[in-house]
């Protein structure tokens, strides 16, 4: 089942490494960062907003 991220909250968050912005990956459940390249997982609706927790992706 895959949750969908409320518009507003993605307009608040940003990247906790570089403080950019943020895109919603609807498919992988994810935040992406493309200038730190980092993936941020989103468990039962809530952004897991961890650099440890993040995966390193090639975008």
């Not at 990247?15 to 459940?29: A, F, H, S």
Request: hydrophobic letters at 40%; aromatic letters at 4%.
């Amino acid at each position: 089942m895959t949750t969908e991220l409320d518009p507003r909250l993605l307009s608040l968050l940003v990247c906790p490494v570089t403080k950019g912005p943020l895109t919603y990956d609807r498919e992988t459940q994810e935040l992406i960062s493309p200038r730190a390249k980092l993936a941020f997982p989103i468990r039962d609706g809530i952004p897991i907003m961890l650099p440890e927790e993040a995966r390193q992706i090639d975008a």
